[in-house]
Nanobody, 126 residues
Framework: VQLQASGGGLVQPGGSLRLSCVAS????????IGWFRQRPGKEREGVAC????????YYADSVKGRFTMSRDKAKNTAYLEMNDLKPEDTAVYYC????????????????????WGQGTLVTVSS
């Protein structure tokens, strides 16, 4: 089980980025992929996740309406489209997997996530 995150970079406030998380080494039929971030001086927090089976998504309140997750099952890839980026979105973004049946709307970010990718840095600055 390996995850490869990519797509980070430097963007101005109000700009957009798309992160990708490619899964290899397993078939993630009953798994979800989630994005987490760690901002400077802060603990890691859940950003969004998506289930492979039915594309169900959950988002942190801080990104609702700005970030969108999608997945391409044929490519074993999940995406995080980030729009209207703000300086407070600056962080290292990581992707991880969890079993779908553990996801619940209120505590999806505590669903036993594992197989963490290496992280990709997103910097929002003018």
């Amino acid at each position: 089980v390996q995850l490869q995150a990519s797509g980070g970079g430097l963007v101005q406030p109000g700009g957009s980025l798309r992160l990708s998380c490619v899964a290899s080494g397993f078939g993630w039929d009953s798994l979800a992929i989630g994005w987490f971030r760690q901002r400077p001086g802060k603990e890691r927090e859940g950003v969004a996740c998506i289930t492979r089976s039915d594309g169900r998504t959950y988002y942190a309140d801080s990104v609702k309406g700005r970030f969108t997750m999608s997945r391409d099952k044929a490519k074993n890839t999940a995406y995080l489209e980030m729009n209207d980026l703000k300086p407070e979105d600056t962080a290292v973004y990581y992707c991880a997997t969890a079993k779908e049946f553990l996801l619940h709307p209120r505590n999806w970010a505590q669903a036993g996530w594992g197989s963490w990718g290496q992280g990709t840095l997103v910097t929002v600055s003018s």
